[in-house]
Nanobody, 123 residues
Framework: QLQLVESGGGLVQPGGSLRLSCAPSRFTLVYYAVGWFRRAPGKERERVSCISSSGDNTNYADSVKGRFTISRDNAKDTIYLQMNSLKPEDTAVYYC????????????????WGQGTQVTVSS
């Protein structure tokens, strides 16, 4: 099975920070663009951020700009999402996903997904 594995979720107070990690199982991500998505209960899935295979290009949803940072370390074959200034509305299951192309744009599908990691922002 080819899939991604997320880690780093948990419970954090408003204004706090978390760093999520995404790593592949049984393949490499170095040639793939990778995105972070989230789904809150009762809401549609939202693309949070995406990074190109080289790391040269990134993009963010308006709701997280200035607070979240996506990065990758291809030597470690790992993608990160640094989440700062967290708000209750950031509460969701966060997924990473890879597409078998090098770039995030144009918009298109993602081929490999993780199981998700829960992020809860609450006092």
């Amino acid at each position: 099975q080819l899939q991604l594995v997320e880690s780093g979720g948990g419970l954090v107070q408003p204004g706090g920070s978390l760093r999520l990690s995404c790593a592949p199982s049984r393949f490499t991500l170095v040639y793939y663009a990778v995105g972070w998505f989230r789904r809150a209960p009762g809401k549609e899935r939202e693309r949070v951020s995406c990074i190109s295979s080289s790391g040269d290009n990134t993009n963010y949803a308006d709701s997280v700009k200035g607070r979240f940072t996506i990065s990758r370390d291809n030597a470690k074959d790992t993608i990160y999402l640094q989440m700062n200034s967290l708000k209750p509305e950031d509460t969701a299951v966060y997924y990473c996903a890879a597409r078998a192309v090098a770039t995030c744009n144009p918009l298109g599908g993602f081929d490999y997904w993780g199981q998700g990691t829960q992020v809860t922002v609450s006092s």
